[in-house]
């Protein structure tokens, strides 16, 4: 769609962790604050030794835990830092409370999250369980499916966050994004640096001469008007990462979209699901077709907000959808399944898939699309 | 109010009459010749300084939570340093946390470890008033043995707190830091000398200054710089800095007054003084003996 206007983009295999590394060192933010946790370290790994090695001007706070990585992260940022973190499973649990601190006090903080299964039982490997924890903490929600998606994506994410003054995060599986190699193409680091720009915040504690208190105590009379703006704040998301995929679309000649389409136009059933399960699922949907079943994939890129409208024009037409989720919900309907039935105002087939790191099989994929699996899990 | 004093925090916070905090607070940002930011943990200065619309803070001020707030000042320090070497920031600044001791020995006890060991340049002022006064008054870890509080009430099988205090100085002293002191808002010249060192000391520093609660300690609001002075005098709050590990005791005497007399000036120590519980008093001198001996026996 983008011609590529980048003379000097480069072309590598990397993981998704050494993608989103890799998009943070072309950033080169002010303050990285990180505590290592399995599927996520191969970030911060590869971040360190670009800051041993002088490629990155970063301060990198090695803290103690994640609650004082996002903690130190909130205090960097309202020292008007541009600030990124990163983290999985048990470390984004543990920085729940902070998640809606972040968001309350309006910090544009960027997180890569290798997303993985919540013990217990102890299990280190992806699914979406604790993202999904995370989903109505304030923070925008953005998946990625591949290693070129985590790259692309890290810096679309770091000027959104900054734009809409909202934290971000972006999202990849762990161990099937963070840990596979891909074929990728980077861009040059003063592209990026020029796509980013420079970040000049209003208010900031370091700005002495104009002292802000942040983190105020605010009661009856003004917390829920706190509270209504920053879900307003959530309204202005949609349009502006619409327009910033644009640009970078001129720069990188790679187009994203907050819904990503495949083979819906005349698909009878469609199946809608989140991150790296995509390419399984396009490769039986070329199978089925081959066998007449018309059927499509519709991938849910931006979670937080939720394109709603979007989706129920890309599902309009479709006899069935069927939802894939990777996290189980107890004692309710699945999240994903849930918002896609709002989003149409019909039920759906709700299915749950690769818990705990657990292989989806393209033939998984096509019983399911042919009716053969009834029982709401893909075991 | 008189503007020197007021510079940093204004008057018109709603602490308590008699609260001792507003003094700390004062007295110790007084000593710094470079501009402030401050990072503070939930509590009752938090509440009593930020009731949005308004903020007593004249300087930059920074509440993110009750456990973190030296990971906090852990990440405005280093922002700072980053765009002071980027030229986006000119002038020197100094750091400051203040936090209670439920915030420093408890909740925020891994936060503050962290922060010390990373050497960050700031300076962490814990006021103690041994307990969640903000909350009500329950026991925290600074909780004297003996005192009652909510969660630790005299009757007829306890006697209030039977732990004795976790001894922070010693832990912040462990983690290497050039400079730790222990102070009293009784004792100003000595808190406001602490305070001048400890900013001006590269590297992270400690200052536990003892800070009498009116409200649930139960005395007087007329008494609590009386109070905080008996603390001293009797030994149970010694004055003392460790500076690169050499301790120094900065008010002694040759005849430290009874425990008792500051005991029976609270509420909290009330139940102490029946018959049964007499018995308690005997055991909080001797522990204070004891631990003044051993601080004595520190200084070289």
């Given amino acids: ?379 | 109010m008189n503007k020197e004093l007021t510079k940093n925090l204004a008057s018109g916070h709603s602490a308590c009459a008699g609260c001792a905090f507003p003094t700390i607070v004062r007295t110790i940002l007084g000593e710094s010749d470079v501009p402030v930011v401050i990072s503070n943990a939930t509590g009752c200065l938090e509440v009593t300084s930020t009731l949005y619309p308004y903020t007593a803070w004249k300087v930059p001020y920074i509440h993110n939570a009750f456990e973190n707030a030296a990971a906090t000042i852990s990440g405005v320090e280093r922002a700072y340093k980053i765009l002071k070497k980027k030229g986006k920031i000119k002038k020197e600044i100094k750091f400051v946390t203040f936090a209670g001791d439920g915030g420093t020995y408890d909740i925020g006890f891994q936060s503050l470890s962290g922060a010390l060991e990373r050497g960050h340049n700031f300076l962490y002022v814990c006021y103690d008033n041994g307990g969640y006064m903000n909350t009500g008054n329950q026991r925290s870890s600074a909780t004297p043995f003996g005192a009652a509080t909510e969660t630790t009430p005299s009757g007829k099988m306890s006697f209030g707190k039977m732990e004795v205090r976790k001894n922070l100085m010693d832990i912040a002293a462990a983690h290497g830091v050039p400079y730790a002191a222990q102070a009293n808002v009784a004792y100003l010249p000595d808190l406001k000398k602490k305070a001048r060192k400890a900013l001006e000391t590269e590297g992270p520093t400690f200052l536990l200054v003892f800070s009498p609660c009116t409200n649930n300690w139960k005395f007087p609001t007329s008494q609590f710089v009386s109070i905080a002075k008996l603390a001293t005098e009797t030994n149970f709050w010694p004055l003392y800095e460790i500076e690169k590990g050499k301790y120094k005791i900065n008010w002694a005497t040759e005849k430290p007054k009874p425990v008792e007399e500051f005991l029976k000036t609270q509420g909290r120590f009330k139940h102490l003084f029946s018959e049964k519980n007499k018995p308690v008093i005997g055991q909080i001198q001797k522990m204070v003996d004891a631990e003044f001996r051993r601080l004595a026996s520190l200084v070289e």
């Avoid at chain 1, 959530?234 to 001129?250: A, C, N, P, S």
């Avoid at chain 1, 039920?347 to 989806?360: A, C, E, N, W």
């Fill in chain 1, 1 to 379: 769609m983008y011609k590529n206007m980048t003379k000097n983009s480069k072309k590598l295999a990397l993981t998704g962790g050494y993608a989103a590394a890799e998009a943070l060192k072309q950033i080169n933010p002010d303050v990285m604050a990180v505590y290592p946790i399995t599927p996520q370290t191969p970030i911060i790994e590869v971040f360190s030794k670009f800051k041993s090695d002088g490629e990155v001007d970063t301060e990198v706070i090695h803290v103690e835990s994640e609650h004082s990585a996002i903690s130190a992260c909130v205090g960097s940022s309202a020292a008007g830092a541009r600030t990124v973190t990163a983290t999985s499973s048990q470390g984004l649990a543990l920085m729940n409370e902070i998640l809606y601190i972040a968001s309350g006090l309006r910090r544009p903080i960027l997180m890569l999250v290798s997303a993985r299964a919540l013990a217990a039982p102890l299990n280190i490997h992806g699914d979406h369980s604790d993202v999904m924890g995370a989903r109505d903490s304030g923070w925008v929600q953005i998946f990625c499916s591949t290693p070129q998606e985590v790259y692309d994506k890290t810096i679309v994410g770091m000027k959104l966050a900054e734009k809409v003054k909202l934290p971000v995060m972006v999202i990849m599986d762990g161990f099937n994004t963070s840990h596979s190699v891909e074929n990728m193409e980077i861009l040059e680091k003063e592209a990026v640096q020029k796509f980013v720009g420079e970040y000049s915040p209003e208010k900031y504690l370091l700005d002495i001469d104009n002292p802000v208190t942040f983190g105020p105590v605010a009661l009856q009379n003004s917390y829920f008007e706190f509270r209504k703006d920053l879900s307003d704040a959530f309204d202005t998301v949609e349009g502006e990462l619409e327009k910033i995929y644009e640009e970078y679309g001129h720069i990188s000649g790679r187009s994203y979209k907050k819904i990503e389409k495949y083979k819906l136009e005349d698909a009878e059933k469609i199946l809608v699901a989140m991150g790296s399960v995509g390419g399984t699922i396009k490769d039986a949907i070329d199978k089925l077709r081959e066998d007449g079943e018309k059927v499509g994939l519709l991938e849910i890129s931006l979670f937080r907000p939720f394109p709603y409208e979007e989706v129920k024009k890309a599902l309009k037409d479709t006899k069935e959808v069927i939802v894939l989720d990777r996290n189980l919900a107890f004692g309710t309907k699945q999240v994903l399944a849930s918002e896609i039935s709002h989003s149409i105002g019909k039920k759906v087939k709700s299915v749950v898939y690769g818990l705990g790191g657990r292989d989806t099989f393209q033939k998984q994929i096509m019983d399911l699309v042919k009716g053969d699996n009834q029982s709401g899990y893909l075991l």
